[in-house]
């Protein structure tokens, strides 16, 4: 019988990751999303693939940040979904969507929530489970935000428009 390599311990914190994966199953592929609006992103933003916009310069400025190329492509194809116009990355400056990288450290990421909640901006914050504490302050963003959340492990996207309160874990 050939071995894994592996230990009972690495193996058994394999099935820790389980829960979440369970919880998370539900919006599979969009099902149980009832939102038309989240239903579109999960389907054109998060299932897709190929960029829809060759052209996009969030690409480029993302990579050279170190964000996986599979991450910026569904960031700059949510900015051709949502009609995105402006971005910035790692500032607090006027444009449709804000992007927070790991450059951002976690305590600055709820000033950066309720900047772009004044100004009706989309917070895309990267890497959200970093750390425990960066992953309680986003609780604590999610928690306070009176619109709709997605949360999809590689980043938690806060819009700050029309959409009711909701979170979305996929």
Same mark, same amino acid.
């Given at each position: 019988?050939? /071995?894994?390599?592996?230990?009972?311990? @690495?193996?058994?914190? !394999?099935?820790?990751?389980?829960?979440?994966?369970i919880?998370?199953?539900?919006?599979?592929?969009?099902?149980?999303v009832?939102?038309?609006?989240?239903?579109?992103?999960?389907?054109?933003?998060?299932?897709?693939?190929?960029?829809y !916009?060759? @052209?996009? =310069? +969030? #690409?480029? =400025?993302?990579?050279?940040? &170190?964000?996986? $190329?599979?991450?910026c492509?569904? +960031?700059?194809?949510?900015?051709?979904?949502? $009609?995105?116009?402006?971005?910035?990355?790692?500032?607090?400056?006027?444009?449709?969507?804000? *992007?927070?990288?790991?450059?951002? /450290?976690?305590?600055?990421?709820? $000033?950066?929530? =309720?900047?772009?909640?004044?100004? &009706?901006?989309?917070? %895309? *914050?990267?890497?959200?489970?970093?750390?425990?504490?960066?992953? =309680?302050? %986003?609780?604590?963003?999610? !928690?306070?935000?009176?619109?709709?959340?997605? !949360?999809?492990?590689?980043?938690?996207? *806060?819009?700050?428009?029309?959409?009711?309160? @909701?979170? #979305?874990?996929?």
């Amino acid at each position: 019988m050939k /071995r894994s390599g592996r230990t009972l311990k @690495q193996r058994l914190q !394999d099935l820790s990751y389980l829960p979440s994966y369970i919880s998370r199953a539900r919006y599979f592929r969009g099902h149980g999303v009832h939102s038309p609006y989240v239903y579109r992103i999960v389907r054109q933003v998060f299932m897709q693939r190929k960029l829809y !916009d060759a @052209q996009s =310069a +969030i #690409f480029p =400025a993302l990579r050279e940040r &170190g964000i996986a $190329e599979r991450r910026c492509t569904e +960031i700059a194809n949510l900015m051709t979904v949502c $009609e995105y116009g402006g971005w910035v990355v790692d500032t607090m400056s006027q444009a449709d969507i804000i *992007i927070a990288t790991l450059d951002t /450290r976690y305590p600055q990421l709820e $000033e950066y929530a =309720a900047y772009a909640r004044s100004v &009706g901006a989309t917070l %895309c *914050i990267m890497n959200p489970y970093d750390n425990r504490e960066r992953w =309680a302050v %986003c609780q604590r963003i999610i !928690d306070a935000h009176p619109s709709t959340t997605v !949360d999809n492990r590689a980043y938690l996207l *806060i819009f700050n428009n029309h959409l009711p309160k @909701q979170r #979305f874990r996929l």
